[in-house]
């Protein structure tokens, strides 16, 4: 075989499988109670609203377009329906503010792509999506950590990233119900990444991945919202904001958006043509029709079935988790998150899970981009049902205690 | 407004709206006969088949996994049909060595990714296929030029490139019925841009998009299949090949595929886990489908189409282009390359042809990495009926003969 690794470009080095991933491929047994996932459960899909809307575009003068190539920025019909979304969340925008992307994983690699030279740094908090780290990843950039309610200063970041060898070049958050921790960034927090991004004169990248789920308590205006109130025209703003379908309707067809002031959506729509030229015609097109349609019924009926299970999850780890377990109590999204005691650490409990308790999640280290956080774990409760949740917690409570008297 | 372009990368500068594709958006006119574009007849569209599938796909159990989440790599069915249609080509392989991407273009894009750092070389025919110019163009590579029948030695090739700060990284070429040429590179020249390679130490990137669209003369196997018979295994090679099924089933899919060795395979699937998760679960199982079910015929019924064109085509540039121009005449694709005097200027050319004689076509000087071939243009048969062929080839003819008479 060819020495490969002489001929690949030096952003190569930091593409690496993830552990995670890896040991989760392993986890695909009938006998384990897996929280590890975070995809939503299948059985809520429109499957039917789906087969209507591919069934109508065969039926209608669309077919020949549907299968042809399109425009880079995106099918215009759903371009337009999501400027009626926004405004509903306080994000006033136009057609040329809002772009398709194929998946909102993919708006987070093309902003990588856009602000990163090697070296620059992002700021991000301490656990972050894993996934955006490894999209920014083949960036190569540094990293330094985001804390909206802390007390670093511009200053001091700006002087870290010239340690590192270049600039500050975004702050990248979730602000509702994150992956991994399911929490939620306060109002005074994301008025607190504004004014820095101002004073560091950077952009901020919202991942809004679970925004529309949220099960209680008020909604927070998305950052993107509060800084056009402030800046009278969302052209005028820094906030990047990343959405997704993938967990209100569906991720198979890769659907996802960005909404930004126009110089960025410009760029990124020039990026788009030269990468991939457009994203799927025909599953625009039906995430249109089934968006159009009825996306507030399947929210509703989604937001139905994950609070239970988040209520059933909270329940049973209050019931069966000893003394010393911490964990967060989201508002939404699909994610709770464990911190275990000091020295305790989670990828090691998981190996001892999956050999006695047959229970899974994921450990939380993947998610720090300075590799701490040893002694956390994530469980979702998108897929389970409260047998599942009350067992496996149940199990994961007796382990856990074991090993803490041990 | 901000200023964002202090903030973007130094990859951004690169990234520039094409003046083609802006010039081309100003040519939907009803009275306009365009050569223009490069994309395949919708009225050849397997529509009536892709249908069936989708409807298939909903009335089965699959339709939960072709909404949900899917593998890096690509749908496992698809890749395993893949492999069979490789072996007909002599490109022997299997499931490991198959990766599905969004289109070719996101292929091309993966590639340039994983081999270039800036500053290195990418080698290129003059005149290639823009896109590919523009996926590379991100990783801000220079060019040198690809000479598959010429006479550069390794050592220019390597000087030139130290020269411009890097290494010669890949040989990109298509060497069927290329985009914007039509022309072919022989077996001798394959076997030369493979001899080079190896001297270099470099990929070899060849280009299939076309390479199922021959109309006559005799197949000339893939580089990777020539390269595969030397070395006796896929995993020993370096071409890597990029395939389509834009032109032969649909592009709105956006379904692509590379086969290659498993090292590079592997890479580019980690890169794909971090950019876009996986292309469109739904898309690929509908691929699969109705590749399954009737992929030959589907190429059969375009081939007599686009063949039929590219005689019309023909004919009517021997009967009315002038004498001192000259054309390729392909044995596959969708291009015609013409060739016009020199000092006569193809996107002047067109301007006085969108005003007066109402028809369009390519200026070629896009195609070139140096800037070069000014005096040449790029015409596609691919949607054109005989009656538009005969009246606007006939109006071109009798513009370039004015032009060259003043």
Redesign the interface.
Known sequence: ??N?E???????SR????EI?ELLKLLDQPDIISFAGG??D??L?P?KE??AA??DI?NSAA????????VSEGYKPLREWLVKQMAALDIFCELDNVFI???S??GL?YLG?????PK?TALVAWPTYL?AL??F???EPSYDQLTPNGNRTPDSYRATAAQNGGKV?FAYLSADFSNPTGETVDRAGRENVLELAEEL???VIEDAAYQSLRYDGEPIPPILALEIAKKRHI??T?TIYCGSF?KTL?????VGFVVA?A??IR?LV??K???????????QMAITKVAERGFDAQVAKIKAAYSHRRDAMLAALAKHMPAGITWTKPEGGMFIWITLPKGMDGAALLAKSIETAKVAFVPGRAFFADGSGENTIRVSFSCANDVMIEEGIGRLGKLIAKEIGS
Chains 1, 2 share one sequence.
Do not use: E
């Open positions: 075989m060819l490969w002489n001929m690949f470009a030096t952003r190569s593409m690496r499988a993830s991933r995809i939503p299948p059985a899909f499957d789906f087969q591919y069934a065969f077919v020949s377009s549907a299968l042809q190539y399109s992307v194929s998946g994983q993919q690699d792509k856009l602000f990163l030279s620059d996934g490894q999209a990843n083949a960036y070049k004169d950077i952009a052209d005028n820094r993938s569906a991720p198979g067809l890769r002031n110089p960025v760029k020039l990026m043509q030269a990468a991939d030229l457009h994203s799927s015609t025909i599953n």
